[in-house]
């Protein structure tokens, strides 16, 4: 990149003196324009009558350095201003001035000097030449025909050493500076490679199964970007696995919890002998209802993996909502009855919604049992309905035990319970939330939770009444 | 990404490095190739196409006296060249009387018919002129018609024909070097006298023979019983020529001289250089373009020098 304006000098150098150059012909060809028309002026050729040869009219250009002094003391002028030499050759190809007296009498003939004579001013400036040479024909005034040329020929010396510099300059300097790129240039490579280097070693080790591997690169702009992002991917990653492995760990222990508690009271009944059969009767109906715990954990399981698969599309229904809830209470009237807990609902509007009963049952089902699981004695449970043009909303309110602050980001995760042994004895399997979580944003809903210990929990819930999908194509409709 | 493919990769580029470089040296090389000729080969000369330059072709002398060797070279030179932009001027039922040769002169004598057109007699002249120049015994060269002294295009009598004094090129001024034999003056050892000296020097057409001189002067003696009289580092400003006057300003570095140099020797190396060499009587120098009183302590230049003959070596006179 340091190349560029290097090169850029350079020719800068180079063009400044081409156009030194430039300026130095054209005060050359000027002067001989200037001298060779006062040359002109003497050639009145061939037709002169006997008697104008007596006027001193010459026949040719020879006759005219021959007899008329001033023709070479302008040529000598010539010379002088252009600090150069000037040959005035005849048509006949013969030198017949020469301001160094050595070329008189001899022939000279060259590509310029033939093309020259037919007439044409020819300015010979060779890339590789000192001098400046320039032709040009002397014409005669009756028939404008070429009776001679007069070349000018002048060192371009200053600017030709000037350049000369230049170039040596160049041819010094070029080597070292390539030196010196390549120099940096390969530092460069190099500290730009090291990074990569250390990132592909890095995703190795992470390949081999060190998913705490973290990167650490500092300054190198993208690369540091790059680095980042990696972490965070690996943060997530790890994270993920974390969760994962919980999750396993508490589906096992969860799972087994009542098969341990089957096999207890099936042992015990088989190592005695001779069990009154109401005792029997007991132990089997303990046997069967952790049965129905260990069913009702898989079942609920089972519905959370429906709600994680990603391709699970919604079965959308126009369901009236307010049938819907008072289904839900009515069902769960029983539970509330046993505790002595009101049930009050609130319906402000009639609301229709696009939604996958199931689901969404499912979803408030969960919430309002676990109102009137965790209240007190002779509680109440709030259920309001209420919707816009939009949205509906929906309140869940009770009078409970509330979350601790510490459990309220934790009570959407799996199998998390506020309190294990409270929990159990009222037959939760800790999946209740995560199901009601998932089935709203299915939704595209929102789920808000807000609660004091000993005092209540207020869970706010925001679903649309039109699936989103649906939604889009209408409105897309509708900009048509 | 494999070791080994990051190697290969690696190699590729080295190698493809390599052969751009290689490319660039040839960027470098002179195509220029000039023609090498045998003892016995010349080079024939004839007109290009379009009549505005000359082309050479090669051609093996036959014959065993000069005379023989010309006018076999003559008839060739008659005939059409093998090169496609080349034509020859001459008549191909050229008819030669005689080549006779008295010492270093030859004599031609054609029959009728040698002029073709009179606008190609000086082409045909020059060709002839040029391609008889490389046979070695032959200075100058006469043409006769018929036994009569030829004329040229202006009817003009052809004299006796000096072959060197027919220059023909196809490049610039600048490439044609000539040759003459010039009178310098040098300091002699104890720097008080100048020794004339004859040298044979070398310089561009395009040059003026008196810069030629001044730049002699300059560069100093080649030979070890003379020395120089001028700085090395002088730079010729301008030379200019006026009526039997040579002006020549020069930098100030002329003023600058050894002491052993005294300051007529300096001076006078410079003048009577040019005097003797050149059309001027009298020679004025300026320093940096201004009029100088005094060289240095005592000898006036201020106005144009004649030569000095007396300040020349009594030996050398």
């Known amino acids: 990149m340091a190349l560029v304006p290097m090169l850029l000098t350079m020719w800068g150098f180079l063009f400044v003196s081409e156009n030194y150059n430039d300026t130095q012909w054209v005060k050359d060809i000027t002067i001989a324009n200037d001298i060779s028309v006062d040359v002109l002026s003497n050639v009145k050729y061939a037709q002169a009558t ?30 002088n201003k252009a600090q150069g030499r000037v040959l005035v050759i005849s048509e006949a190809y013969t030198v017949v001035w020469d301001n160094s007296n050595l070329e008189n009498g001899k022939y000279l003939m060259s590509n310029n000097i033939i093309e020259a004579m037919k007439g044409k001013q020819i300015i010979d400036t060779s890339k590789d030449s000192r001098y400046i040479e320039i032709y040009t024909p002397i014409r005669d005034t009756t028939n404008e025909r070429v009776v001679g040329i007069v070349i000018l020929m002048t060192d371009s010396n200053p600017t030709v050493e000037y350049k000369e510099n230049i170039y040596k300059h160049i041819l010094a300097i070029m080597p070292i500076a390539i030196v010196i790129l390549l120099l940096i240039s390969c530092y460069y490579a190099i500290n730009i490679y090291k990074p990569y280097r250390r990132l592909i070693t890095s995703m190795k080790n992470i390949t081999d ?8 690169i500092d300054g190198h702009g993208e690369i540091e970007d790059i680095a980042t992002a990696f972490n965070e991917m690996t943060a997530r990653i790890e994270e993920t696995e974390i969760s994962r492995q919980e999750f396993v760990s508490n589906v096992s222990h969860e799972l087994k919890t009542p098969i341990t508690s089957i096999k207890i009271l099936a042992d015990s009944l088989l190592q005695q002998e001779g069990i009154p059969v109401e005792t029997y009767k007991e132990f089997l109906a303990d046997i069967v209802s952790e049965i129905d715990r260990e069913d009702k954990i898989i079942n609920d399981l089972l519905s959370l993996v429906k709600l994680d698969k990603k391709n699970n599309s919604l079965n959308i229904t126009s369901v009236n909502i307010d049938t819907l809830f008072e289904q839900i209470l009515h069902r769960l009237t029983p539970i509330a009855n046993k505790r002595n807990v009101e049930i009050i609902y609130e319906s402000f509007k009639e609301v229709m919604a696009e939604i996958d009963e199931m689901k969404f049952t499912l979803a408030i089902s969960n919430l309002v049992e676990n109102a009137i699981k965790y209240n007190r004695e002779n509680g109440w449970v709030k259920v309001s309905l209420n919707s816009d043009h939009k949205y509906m909303y929906i309140k869940i309110s009770d009078c409970g035990i509330g979350i601790p602050k510490e459990s309220i980001d934790k009570i959407y995760n799996r199998f998390y319970r506020v309190d294990k042994a409270r929990s159990r004895e009222t037959g939760g399997t800790g999946l209740g939330l995560a199901i009601t979580r998932n089935a709203i944003l299915m939704h595209k809903g929102s789920i808000k939770v807000h609660s004091e210990e000993n005092v209540g929990t207020d869970f706010s819930i925001r679903v649309p009444l039109y699936n989103v999908q649906k939604e889009e194509i209408e409105e897309g409709d509708f900009n048509d | 990404m494999t070791k080994n493919s990051l190697n290969r990769k690696k190699i590729i580029a080295l190698i493809v490095l390599i052969i751009m470089l290689t490319i660039l040296l040839f960027a470098c090389k002179d195509t220029k190739q000039t023609e090498k000729l045998n003892d016995s080969e010349i080079l ?7 009549e505005d330059d000359f ?7 036959q014959g065993e006296t000069i005379e023989e060797k010309t006018r076999n070279t003559l008839l060739a030179l008659a005939k059409e060249p093998t090169k496609n932009n080349a034509k020859t001027v001459l008549d191909p039922n050229i008819l030669i009387s005689s080549t006779t040769m008295s010492q270093d002169i030859l004599k031609i004598d054609f029959y009728t018919g040698y002029v073709l057109d009179m606008a190609d007699e000086l082409m045909a002249r020059v060709c ?66 100048l020794l004339q000296q004859k040298i044979q020097i070398e310089y561009p057409l ?48 002329f003023l600058n001289m050894d002491k052993d140099i005294t300051e007529e020797v300096a001076v006078y190396s410079l003048v009577n250089t040019l005097v003797e060499n050149n059309s001027c009587n009298r020679v004025m120098i300026t320093i940096e373009g201004k009029q100088h009183n005094i060289y240095k302590d005592k000898l006036v230049i201020s106005e144009p020098l004649k030569r000095n003959l007396d300040i020349i070596d009594a030996i050398n006179k």
């Open chain 2, 128 to 193: 002839i002129v040029k391609s008889l120049a490389q046979i070695e015994g032959i200075s100058y060269v006469e043409f006769y018609v018929n036994g009569q002294t030829a004329r040229d295009y202006y009817g003009k009598m052809l004299n006796t024909i000096y072959l060197n004094n027919y220059t023909v090129a196809s490049d610039s001024m600048e490439k044609i070097i000539r040759n003459t034999e010039v009178n310098v003056f040098f300091a002699n050892a104890t720097g008080d006298k």
């Open chain 2, 55 to 61: 082309v050479t072709e090669k051609y093996e002398l």
């Open chain 2, 44 to 50: 024939l000369y004839y007109l290009n196409d379009s």
């Open chain 1, 50 to 79: 006997p008697n104008q040869i007596v006027e001193q009219v010459y026949f040719s250009i020879e006759e005219v350095f021959k007899y008329d002094v001033t023709a070479g003391a302008e040529m000598q002028n010539l010379a």
């Open chain 1, 209 to 216: 199964g060190n998913i705490n591997e973290k990167i650490e």
């Open chain 2, 206 to 253: 395009s040059m003026r023979i008196e810069e030629a001189l001044v730049r002699l002067l300059i560069d100093g003696p080649l030979t070890e019983d003379t020395y120089r009289t001028i700085n090395k580092k002088t730079v010729i400003n301008s030379i200019n020529l006026k009526n039997s006057i040579c002006y020549i300003d020069l930098s100030e570095d």
